[in-house]
T-cell receptor
Framework: KQEVTQIPAALSVPEGENLVLNCSFT??????LQWFRQDPGKGLTSLLL?????REQTSGRLNASLDKSSGRSTLYIAASQPGDSATYLC?????????FGTGTSLTVIP | EPEVTQTPSHQVTQMGQEVILRCVPI?????FYWYRQILGQKVEFLVS????????KSEIFDDQFSVERPDGSNFTLKIRSTKLEDSAMYFC?????????????FGEGSRLTVL
């Protein structure tokens, strides 16, 4: 069964810093990987989708990379802002369902 | 921008009662899902639905759960006799294409509290 792990579980950085969130998965036979943001008590907002054939995707200050063979993805956030404070979840799919990590709780300190 | 909407946002119920959670997926989407998240735990897959039938379901989705698309817009999750351990945030999601090919969009969730 696919297991998704996210490190670190929590991260606190001063505003303006660049940061990297990590996601690893045990089964490399995935179709795609999606990064989500979750604010407390709220739903999941899609940030980036990387297809299995792609190496990275960018949206604004966010850049996600995928190394399928090693079972890893990173989410890079440039010039962090207090509004980036949230939990970031990665999820991989085998085509039938998404398997989620437990998330990284990010706090950006003004 | 189109979005997945869910009602109610919060429901409190007594153990043993039936609960129906409602979702309106994005209008041109074809694939529908329910996930749940127990407080402090991972988001877990419950069921996927396509072409008016269940495509896949997890071991969590037992006989107490059912899904329905009663009309062209709503997608519902019914829990027949709620248990304490059903307390969780339930998320509806929809996608235009097969899961492996496209993006999945989630609603804001329905928080279910079973007393």
């Amino acid at each position: 069964k696919q297991e998704v792990t996210q490190i670190p579980a929590a991260l606190s950085v001063p505003e303006g810093e660049n940061l990297v969130l990590n996601c690893s998965f045990t089964d490399s036979a995935i179709y795609n990987l999606q990064w989500f943001r979750q604010d407390p008590g709220k739903g999941l907002t899609s940030l980036l989708l990387i297809q299995s054939s792609q190496r990275e995707q960018t949206s604004g200050r966010l850049n996600a990379s995928l190394d399928k063979s090693s079972g890893r993805s990173t989410l890079y956030i440039a010039a962090s802002q207090p509004g980036d404070s949230a939990t970031y979840l990665c999820a991989v799919t085998n085509g039938n369902q998404f398997y989620f990590g437990t998330g990284t709780s990010l706090t950006v300190i003004p | 921008e189109p979005e997945v909407t869910q009602t109610p946002s919060h429901q409190v119920t007594q153990m043993g009662q039936e609960v129906i959670l409602r979702c309106v997926p994005i209008s041109n989407h074809l694939y529908f899902y329910w996930y749940r998240q127990i407080l402090g735990q991972k988001v877990e897959f419950l069921v996927s639905f396509y072409n008016n039938e269940i495509s896949e379901k997890s071991e969590i989705f037992d006989d107490q759960f059912s899904v329905e698309r009663p009309d062209g817009s709503n997608f519902t999750l019914k829990i027949r006799s709620t248990k304490l351990e059903d307390s969780a945030m339930y998320f509806c999601a929809s996608g235009l294409t097969l899961l492996g090919a496209g993006e999945l969009f989630f609603g804001e969730g329905s928080r279910l509290t079973v007393l």
